[in-house]
C-alpha cells in the first residue's frame, strides 16, 4: 500500500485537518489533491485532460504546468476512508528545503457562467484582498532560514497587501530570514531572474490564446533555499497550479489573467531592479 | 459671440438632446463637453491638468490624448443658459467625412473607491455588455457610405457582442457600406495597420505606467472614409477619450485597462490577419 503524508510546503489552498481532506505527498515526488464533490474535482479533471491532448498547446508553455498522473482511490488524509484523488507532480518534492510563494492571478476570480452566490462571495474577497487593486494577490508563502526558523504570514495578513507590502514581501521571500525586519535579499537575482524569464514566455503566450481563461489560477514559485544542495540551487522553478475554474475561452484572450500577470511582472523587474549591480552580479548562479 | 454646433459624429457619452445638455463643436476644431456637475466635470479637468504638467508622461504618449484649452462658459446645447464647458480638440473635426468608433477599454468600468451604488450599476452594465467577457466594448461606431448612407448600430445592439460580432462589427467599419450584409473592407489595413502600430506604443507604456488607472475611459478610432480627401486619407487617428474615472496608481500598473487594451489588439491582429495578402498590399497608403 501507498505510503502517503501530508505535505509540509503547501502555502495555500485546503489544507488538511482533522475533520477536513486535504491533499497529500508520497515519495516518489506525487501530490495527491483530493477530488471535491462539488464540481470543482470533476473540472480540474476535465482540464488536465483537454490540456495535454491539445496540440496548440506548446511544448514550452506545457512546461509551465504540473506533470499530471490522473487519478487514484487513496485514504483520505483525515483517515475516515477511501476517496477519489487528482494524482500530479509534487512541485516542492524534489527539493530539500523548498521556499514556496503563491500568487492568485487575475483581479477578478469569478467567470461569467458562476452563479450569483459564488460571484457575490469571490467579489468580496476580490474587493477585501489586494486582487482588484494590483490584479493579483499573495496567497501563501513559507520558508526556513537555515537556522530552522519558519516564516509563513498568515492568510488574513496576506489577503489585503498594498503595493509597497508586496514589495517587501517579495524581498523577504528571497531573504536568509524572512523574519529580518531588514530584508537581505541574498537570493534575489537567483530566483526573479529566472523567474522573470518563464513569466514573459507566459506573457507571450497569453497575449495570443484563445484556449482557455483562467480564473482563480496560481503562480507558484518554488526555488532552494539550502545552499549545501547544489542540484537544485541553479534554477527557480515556476509552476501554474489550481485549475478548477478554468472555462472556455469564446475567441477572446484572457485579458483578467493577462492584465494580473503583467502586474506581477512589473513587481519582479522593480524588485531586480531595487537591486544594487554588486547584489545582482554576486548572487548569480 | 462663439458660433457653436451639435456635432454630427459623436458616437458614444451624453448627446446632446432637448432637455439635456451635451457636448458642443465650433469650427475651429473645438469640442466643448458640458462639465457635469457630479464632481465627474472637475475630476476630469483635474486629470487634464495633471497630464499635461506631469513631466513623466512621454511625448509620444501625450500625442494619443486630445489637446486640452481649458475650461470657457458657453450658451448651454439645450438653450437653458450659460455653462462651464472643458474645451479640448474635436477629434473628428478636421476630417470631411469621418468615421468613429468608441472601444470602451477595460472589463471592469469601477474602481475600488467608488459608491456601493456607483459599482453595483457599473458591474451589471459590465456582466451584461461584453466588457466582462472581452476586456472592452464597442460604445459606439458611426459611418457614412460614399452614396450617404448613415450606419450607427443602435447602443442597445452593441452592448453585448460576442467575439465574432465584434470582428464583423470591426470589419463593417472599415467597408465602404457598413450596411451591406458582406463587409468588404476596402479600408480595413489603411484604418488597422496604423491603428494597431499606436496601440502597440500604448501598450508598452501601459506595462510600466504605474501614475494613473483609467476606469471608464475609450479609445477612439477616426478615420477619413472621403476618398477624395487626399490630406486625409493618409493616416487614421487614435485618441484617448473620457477621464472622469481616472484614479492614482497607488504603485500598480493599470491591469484592468491592459488586460483590455491587449485583448482589443488580439482583435485588430485578427482582422487583419483574415485579409488576403491581395487586399494588405492593394489598400497601404
Known sequence: ????????????GHQAKTGIIGPLIDDSG?????????GRGSHELAFYTSLYSD????????????NFHGTQVVEASDGSGLHPHLVMEDIAGNFTNPAVVDFKIGSRTWHPQSSED?????????????????????????????SNQCWQPQRKFLMDLSAEDVILMMKKFVSSDGNADEPDCVFASRVYVPVLEELLVLK??????????????????????????????????????????????????????????????????????????????????
Chains 1, 2 share one sequence.
Open 1 to 12: 500500500m501507498l505510503k502517503l503524508k501530508i505535505p509540509d510546503h503547501q502555502v495555500a
Open 30 to 38: 506525487k501530490f495527491y489533491k483530493p477530488l471535491q464533490d462539488d
Open 55 to 66: 496540440p496548440r498547446i506548446p511544448s514550452n508553455i506545457l512546461n509551465l504546468f504540473p
Open 118 to 146: 459564488y460571484i457575490r462571495k469571490c467579489l468580496k474577497k476580490d474587493r477585501e484582498s489586494s486582487s482588484i487593486k494590483l490584479g493579483f494577490r499573495i496567497s501563501g508563502l513559507r520558508s526556513v532560514s537555515p
Open 204 to 285: 507571450k503566450w497569453f497575449e495570443v490564446q484563445t484556449i482557455f481563461h483562467f480564473y482563480s489560477c496560481s503562480v507558484l514559485v518554488v526555488y532552494e533555499k539550502d545552499e549545501k544542495d547544489e542540484k537544485r540551487t541553479a534554477r527557480a522553478v515556476v509552476k501554474l497550479v489550481d485549475f478548477a475554474h478554468v472555462v472556455d475561452a469564446k475567441g477572446a484572450i484572457d485579458h483578467n489573467f493577462l492584465g494580473g500577470l503583467c502586474s506581477l511582472i512589473k513587481f519582479v523587474k522593480d524588485v531586480l531592479a531595487g537591486l544594487g549591480d554588486f547584489e545582482i552580479s554576486n548572487s548569480k548562479p
